[in-house]
């Protein structure tokens, strides 16, 4: 697939399977070539605008190194650093932008404003637009995870089980994001998805109706429960994670009284943990995925997650392969 040259990516469901292939086919010849020890310019003099309105570990390094490895450079850049802060619109940013380099890519997760303002730039942009994620997808995460399961059990993934549970946290209420977009995904690929949560932190009911629209066309199966152990029965692949909730409310603000609302369900809800004994219910060979930062002891057990069933660093690993994939195919010259 060669047209993919100056596409916008919010969300891989605005993209075919073979599209998505060639992605995946993309990474894993540029890992293979990292590997080898081959240098490539294939980004030379190309320019990558990174805008992050939160922090970011994996996300900010990979896209940068990815620039960096193909003989681009990446601005790193934060609202505050940019007129954004002082109120400059979507429109004025990427029209200046768009005359200045190849690419813009955002990660901004306010709920109810992230997407919308990255489709306002995508709509304003002659550039491509890159999701670093926003409120409602995190396309960058999911096609790790794909990859990255496709290492671990072969490129056929008609039938493997992946469990998604909710899993309780205390740093911050994560993104719905990471979840949504692997649902979306994974049962495109035949996968068997099964997601686990407190009634209190569903997922957008849209993007569930859409994702079981997959799951139909692909002839697997996308299903709900209420316990951690109903997921991880028999599971291939387990993903303890938490999410927050209310992204779907229309007028959720992050004020106070949400903000205590939301405590009060987490707290509740402490004892979802991934932990040997639950872990133990999913297939001997099993693997562990985190798209991590991880809240260690509270999501997930250390004895779990630093285990030889987890695969959190090949995964974090592949965020860099599906990034410079990604990269070459969107902003590559022809
Ligand atoms: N998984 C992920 O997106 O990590 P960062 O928040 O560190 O980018």
């Excluded at 890992?31 to 970011?56: C, H, P, Y």
């Excluded at 570990?57 to 940068?64: A, G, K, P, Q």
Aim: glycine share 4%; aromatic share 8%.
């Amino acid at each position: 697939m060669t047209s993919l040259f100056g596409r916008h990516l919010i969300t891989f469901d605005q993209w075919s399977r073979t599209e998505i292939d060639t992605v995946l086919d993309m990474a894993d010849e540029l890992k293979r070539r990292r590997a080898a020890g081959e240098v490539l310019d294939w980004l030379k003099n190309r320019t990558l605008f990174m805008i992050f309105f939160e922090q970011s570990t994996r996300t900010r390094n990979s896209m940068e190194a990815a620039m960096t490895q193909l003989g681009g450079h990446a601005h790193d850049l934060t609202a505050e650093k940019m007129q954004i802060s002082h109120g400059e619109t979507p429109r004025d940013t990427a029209k200046v932008l768009s005359r200045m380099g190849e690419a813009i890519a955002i990660r901004n997760c306010f709920y109810g404003i992230g997407n919308r303002y990255l489709n306002d730039i995508a709509a304003h942009a002659d550039i491509p637009l890159i999701s670093m994620q926003d409120d409602v997808y995190h396309p960058l995460q999911a096609i790790a995870d794909l990859m990255t399961i496709r290492e671990h059990c072969g490129p056929d993934l008609r039938g493997r089980k992946v469990a998604i549970s909710w899993a309780y946290a205390a740093s911050h209420a994560k993104p719905l994001s990471v979840p949504q977009s692997q649902i979306l995904l994974f049962p495109r690929y035949g996968m068997d998805v099964v997601v686990a949560h407190p009634p209190e932190f569903p997922l957008q009911p849209d993007l569930v109706a859409r994702a079981q629209q997959h799951a139909a066309q692909n002839g697997c199966r996308l299903t709900f429960t209420e316990t951690m152990e109903d997921a991880l029965r028999d599971a291939d692949i387990v993903i303890p994670k938490n999410w927050g909730g209310f992204a779907h409310i229309p007028d959720f603000t992050d004020d106070e009284p949400h903000r205590y609302l939301m405590r009060n369900n987490l707290e509740r809800h402490r004892d979802w943990i991934c932990d040997e004994r639950r872990f133990a219910l999913a297939r001997p060979d099993a693997r562990v995925m985190h798209a991590l930062p991880a809240d260690r002891g509270r999501e997930v057990t250390d004895a779990v997650l630093d285990s030889p069933n987890s695969i959190i660093y090949d995964e974090a690993e592949n965020r860099l392969h599906t990034a410079k994939s990604l990269l070459t195919l969107l902003l590559g010259r022809r």
